[in-house]
Nanobody, 127 residues
């Protein structure tokens, strides 16, 4: 059983930056691919980005909404995955969730493909 705890959310002005962290415990962190998802009020949870077990591969949502602004990384020695978010926009406002799934040949981008989830951290971007 893996426990995931996100931190780093908060209120930021448009154009600002935040770095989210997700600390994992209870499992072999290096065995898992990690992902970040977000859910805005009234909307479905959506994929943001994912990273392979060793950090060698990353994937970002297909839309222009996050590419070039968000960066995922991980530190297996600290059992932590990060999401650096720059040039934040009001439409980035959501609860951000960290998720883990067993490492495989490809990065997973769908909610149902992830096994473990954190409780989420709120990110609010004011205009």
């Amino acid at each position: 059983q893996v426990q995931l705890v996100e931190s780093g959310g908060g209120l930021v002005q448009s154009g600002g930056s935040l770095r989210l962290s997700c600390a994992a415990s209870g499992g072999t962190f290096g065995s898992y691919s990690m992902g970040w998802f977000r859910q805005a009020p009234g909307k479905e949870r959506e994929f943001v980005t994912a990273i392979s077990w060793n950090g060698g591969s990353t994937s970002y949502a297909d839309s222009d909404s996050v590419q070039g602004r968000f960066t995922i990384s991980r530190d297996n020695a600290k059992n932590t995955v990060y999401l650096q978010m720059n040039s934040l926009k009001p439409e980035d406002t959501a609860v951000y969730y960290c998720a883990a799934t067993f490492a495989g040949p490809r990065l997973r981008t769908r909610v149902g493909e992830y096994v473990y989830w954190g409780q989420g951290t709120q990110v609010t971007v004011s205009s």
